[in-house]
């Protein structure tokens, strides 16, 4: 038996059972845990993105943002309006801009 201990995307148990007769214990969490998990997996995915460079790592990164976004009852709609405002008053990432420093007024020269 292996043990996996995390969220699995809905269909993963019958994708699971269909692949001869294996058989897997679930459960269904609660709102803390879930988001918890949903955590954890933001994680998992993006750290397999870094490593992998895939657009498919991308898509569940989305798919993980979107239950996240879900379980804070926030409609896809409203964090679209949250992006472009923050785009419109501090700019996206569009021109590659690397911010290397930032020199106060009454700092000295180096």
Do not use: H, W
């Amino acid at each position: 038996m292996k043990v996996y201990n995390k969220l699995v995307r809905d269909k993963i148990p019958e994708i699971i059972a269909a692949d001869n007769g294996r058989i897997c214990s679930t459960r269904i969490m609660n709102d803390k845990e879930y988001l918890l998990a949903l955590n954890q997996k933001m994680q998992e995915e993006l750290i397999e993105y870094l490593e992998s460079g895939s657009v498919e790592e991308l898509a569940d990164l989305e798919e993980v943002l979107r239950a996240i976004l879900d379980i804070k009852k926030v409609p896809y709609s409203e964090f679209e309006e949250i992006r472009n405002s923050k785009a419109e008053k501090r700019g996206a990432f569009k021109k590659k801009i690397f911010l290397e420093n930032v020199k106060e007024p009454d700092e000295p020269d180096r």
